[in-house]
């Protein structure tokens, strides 16, 4: 490193210092206001911002600049356009306009819109995003934007993250004030999200289609060791991996991601990152980088890396956890439990409604998490079930317990302030009871969600999250807003209790991989959707689309073009994951697999020769056995090519949806396992591609 890394930190950002560098003051003071108030921009700011990021940009190598956005695919997008401006005699200037920092028009056609873009207004719009920095990448100025259509509406995963943060902030800010928190006049949501990866062999990679064309392993034999020695999970780290880690860190921090903390995972071949967390915008957008930049600096150290929830069947998949809270503009976050009783009623109101929110959005919450390559996770025994529940830890739920109990709480409170200083003298530490099986834990200052799959953009969960948690805050204070002063302590306790023990169905601290939990939870009416079929048509249920189109989220036509997106994105991925193992099932298994008995057969026929001399039982039986497995491995894959040209002409876009996961995902499996059982008989060097055991353990 030929910096230290306060220099290198950042060093690639348009942030805080440069702007204040840069600009003018009263340009600075007016995009500052834009930042933290969100207000509009007017445009002889935008022109005095756009040059002063244009010559920061030229400054450090910069060409080009691109508008950077996040359509429906879960990935991002940028087109390229470069500063140069011919001025005559063949000469050129660079420049760039406050018009073209603010606003940018993309064709949309190509991008998934769920049919709310009509094909003949292709056109779409991308408006920048001042509260996500721009950065310098490859020689070009990146500039965060939202991306929607012509008539409005939203076609990205930021537009509706900014606008729950936005609900969120005025639901909350309502609520404190109330509550005598007058100084505070926004709160915005935090997230810290831990990636989960896999690192394999670029070699490797290379041979096997089904990582190229569905990022996971159609076929594969587990290897005689697998992850059962729990000896990868914070091991040191192997010289190759270290070097990457390094690298990406240095990669990370130049963008002004903080990223902090990284370890080997469970998995062999499985590693984490995480950074130091952020507002829930910015965080997204560093997150989608930091996916970026793992696969770009893996190429660079001659590794692939694996970003996909299931990359290796038998193996831990990888998710992301997805911590989250709320903090005041004066610096307060609201879920610390805090030391003095008036912070403790903050974050009890505070908790209380989070606790509604989970309950009484769960299935949105789910939805929020569901994709094809998720659901190989979740209930699987390495990752929460598919069940959403909150785990608080013991000390927090005997705290509200005694709450709840406490029949005569008011009237020994009436005629002091301090609910907490009773109930709460001994809890202002993190308990970390760390229960790894919940979903939705509170983890001392903050709570963990940790259904995420791995490639999947932090946003929609966080859109959930934010929205749903506004709207219990709003029916929380609705309760509130006309108590007087003098006996506004005795009616929130009293709303406290009555809100958790309305929701305490939803507290679960137990172990959550157990069948008991499922049968409990049953019990308790939660909600329990397995896959992602089961979990979409929650999206367009009446009481989830009027908490969007209420907060001004989604509205409904946005609603129902997302739903169709993630259908449609479900039955897309599994009919590809079918295509690409019938490809190589054909193109290679049988191949490989007819090779082997041919070897085999020759050598039958030969022994038979001399067969008064040898016997020759095991090699008919070891025959019989690959023949067996080659007619049947024959006979499914014909039937999965069967089931899934008819799966594809269903029209229904959920029933769709609901025949590739009963009919051609149980085809795949059926097929897989007869493959498998077949890998494990043939010779090391007969398949054309790498197995599990080398991708595994030579990195
Ligand atoms: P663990 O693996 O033990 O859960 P890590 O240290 O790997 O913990 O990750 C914890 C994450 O939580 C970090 O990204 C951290 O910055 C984040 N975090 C801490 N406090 C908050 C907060 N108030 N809001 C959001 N995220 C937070
Ligand atoms: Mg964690």
């Not at 805080?16 to 207000?39: F, G």
């Not at 025994?381 to 529940?389: G, R």
Request: hydrophobic share 40%; charged share 25%; proline share 5%.
């Amino acid at each position: 490193m030929s910096k230290l890394v306060p220099e290198l930190y950042g060093s690639l950002v348009f942030n805080d210092k440069i702007m204040r560098d840069k600009l003018p003051k009263d340009i600075y003071k007016a995009l500052r206001k834009t930042i933290d108030k969100n207000t509009h921009l007017e445009l002889d700011v935008a022109n005095a911002v756009a040059i002063a990021m244009k010559e920061w940009a030229v400054e450090n190598g910069a060409t080009h600049f691109t508008h950077w956005f996040q359509p429906m695919t879960g990935y991002t997008a940028e087109k390229h356009d470069s500063f140069i401006s011919p001025v005559g005699d063949g000469e050129v200037i660079m420049e760039f306009s406050g018009k073209e920092l603010v606003k940018g028009e993309p064709d949309a056609s190509s991008f998934p819109s769920g049919g709310l873009r009509a094909t003949f207004e292709a056109r779409g719009y991308t408006a920048w995003d001042p509260t996500s920095p721009a950065f310098i990448k490859d020689g070009t100025l990146y500039i965060p934007t939202a991306f929607c259509s012509y008539s409005g509406e939203a076609l990205d995963k930021k537009t509706p993250l900014l606008r729950s943060m936005e609900t969120l902030s005025k639901s909350a800010t309502r609520v404190l004030h109330v509550l005598g928190e007058t100084d505070v006049t926004s709160v915005s949501t935090t997230v810290g999200p831990e990636q989960e990866y896999f690192l394999i062999d670029k070699e490797d990679y290379k041979k096997r289609k089904d990582l190229i064309f569905t990022g996971r392993t159609l076929l594969g034999a587990m290897p005689p060791k697998g992850q059962e020695m729990e000896d990868h999970y914070f091991g040191a780290l192997k010289p190759r991996v270290a070097a990457y880690m390094h690298d990406l860190d240095e990669e990370l921090w130049k963008l002004g991601i903080p990223a902090k903390t990284k370890h080997n995972e469970v998995a062999p071949a499985q590693h984490e990152l995480a950074p130091v967390f952020d507002t829930t915008n910015v965080a997204a957008d560093h997150n989608q980088l930091t996916m970026e930049m793992m696969k770009k600096v893996a190429d660079r150290h001659g590794f692939v890396c694996l970003l996909h929830e299931k990359p290796f069947d038998g193996i831990n998949g990888s998710g992301k956890h997805n911590n989250w809270s709320m903090s005041t503009n004066t610096g307060v976050n609201l879920l610390n439990p805090g030391k003095t009783p008036s912070e403790n009623t903050v974050f009890l109101v505070f908790l209380s409604a989070v606790i509604k929110a989970v309950d009484e959005y769960a299935d949105l919450l789910r939805l929020s998490v569901a994709s094809a390559g998720n659901d190989h996770r979740l209930g699987a025994n390495e990752a929460p079930p598919a069940i959403i529940s909150i785990f608080l830890g013991d000390d927090l739920t005997e705290i509200l317990e005694s709450i709840i109990m406490k029949e005569d709480v008011t009237d020994v409170k009436a005629e002091t302030m301090d609910i907490g200083a009773k109930v709460l003298p001994h809890f202002y530490r993190d308990t970390t009871d760390r229960n790894r099986t919940s979903p939705f834990a509170f983890t001392g200052n903050k709570f963990e969600f940790r259904s995420l799959g791995s490639s999947l953009s932090v946003s929609g969960p966080n859109i959930v999250l934010n929205t749903a948690v506004a709207e219990a805050l709003d029916q929380l204070y609705e309760e509130l807003k006309d108590v007087p002063e003098e006996k506004m302590d005795k009616a929130v306790l009293k709303l406290i209790r009555r809100t958790i023990s309305e929701h305490k169905r939803v507290i679960f601290n137990g172990n959550g991989y157990s069948d008991e939990w499922v049968e409990e939870a049953e019990k308790r009416g939660l909600y329990n959707l397995k896959s992602t079929p089961d979990a979409l048509p929650v999206f367009i249920q009446d009481k989830n689309v009027s908490l969007f189109t209420k907060h001004g989220v989604f509205t409904e036509t946005e609603v129902f073009s997302r739903y169709e997106i993630l259908l449609e994105n479900y039955s897309k991925t599994i009919h590809i994951e079918s295509l690409t193992l019938q490809d190589m099932v054909k193109h290679e298994f049988l191949p490989a697999l007819m090779k082997y008995i041919d070897t085999v057969s020759t050598s039958v026929l030969k022994r038979k020769e001399l067969s008064e001399v040898l016997p020759v039982k095991a090699e008919m039986k070891m025959l019989g056995k690959l023949s067996e497995g080659y007619e049947s491995v024959f006979d499914l894959c014909d039937k999965l090519k069967a089931d899934t040209e008819a799966t594809e002409q269903i029209s229904d876009s959920l029933e769709n949806a609901k025949a590739y996961h009963d009919v051609v995902i149980k085809d795949m499996e059926e097929l897989r396992t007869v493959a498998d059982e077949m890998e494990a008989l043939l010779p090391r060097d007969v398949l054309p591609y790498p197995r599990y055991e080398d991708m595994l353990f030579y990195v």
